[in-house]
């Protein structure tokens, strides 16, 4: 199974900063990837999917790149209410999907 | 709008069996595949199981093959999971969740998950 390695395991940064996570894949996995946010007690959300693409109504400070094994997930001015963990999910080999360890978000 | 409401979660103890149902609403649900999440206290996300939109393709995380079975009933807009020989590590938030896709060929990803519904397995 391919394993998805995040980092890092979590972060802490001010309202404004740029915030970058990475996520790398044990085998090349083309763009088959996405982003989920979940906030605590919360069901996670998809952010992005195809490695780059921004799901609907997600603001546009988020954004997603790479392809292969190496991908990053960028929040470009960090608001309060983008304290979440964020997980990264491969869906080029199945079964299984597999999701990344993730990374929590904190505000300075 | 679309809803996924998980139910028949609880404390079992381990060895014993429970089903898992998730009753879908909002949208066309034979068109989708559908998934099992699972997330251990604390924890972070572990797929545990997806179901294309006729059943004909199915598949397991490693660590439940063989004991946990996924089903649907698109005449109920209905999921399933039936748990038999529940261990401890099986504790976890179990959430239903909507692939974006119809699951063949293969899944893609998980657009609207539901709420969860805890299931605690101990003596």
């Known amino acids: 199974a391919i394993q998805l390695t995040q980092s890092p395991s979590s972060l802490s940064a001010s309202v404004g900063d740029r915030v970058t996570i990475t996520c790398r894949a044990s085998?090349?996995?083309?763009?088959?990837l996405a982003w989920y946010q979940q906030k605590p007690g919360k069901a996670p959300k998809l952010l992005i999917y195809d490695a780059s693409s921004l799901e609907s109504g997600v603001p546009s400070r988020f954004s997603g790149s790479g392809s292969g094994t190496d991908f990053t997930l960028t929040i470009s001015s960090l608001q309060p209410e983008d304290f979440a963990t964020y997980y990264c999910?491969?869906?080029?080999?199945?079964?299984?999907?597999?999701f990344g360890g993730g990374t929590k978000v904190e505000i300075k | 709008e679309v809803q996924l409401v998980e139910s028949g979660g609880g404390l079992v103890q381990p060895g014993r069996s429970l089903r898992l149902s998730c009753a879908a609403s909002g949208f066309t649900f034979d068109d989708y595949a559908m998934h099992w999440v699972r997330q251990a206290p604390g924890k972070g996300l572990e797929w545990v199981s997806g179901i294309s939109w006729n059943s004909g393709s199915i598949g397991y995380a490693d660590s439940v093959k063989g004991r946990f079975t996924i089903s649907r009933d698109n005449a109920k807009n209905s999921l399933y999971l039936q748990m038999n020989s529940l261990r401890a590590e099986d504790t976890a938030l179990y959430y239903c969740?909507?692939?974006?896709?119809?699951?063949?060929?293969?899944?893609?990803?998980?657009?609207?998950w539901g709420q969860g519904t805890l299931v605690t397995v101990s003596s």
């Open positions: 969740a909507k692939d974006e896709s119809s699951g063949l060929p293969m899944p893609r990803v998980l657009y609207y």
């Open positions: 085998q090349g996995i083309s763009s088959a």
């Open positions: 999910q491969q869906f080029n080999n199945y079964p299984p999907l597999t």
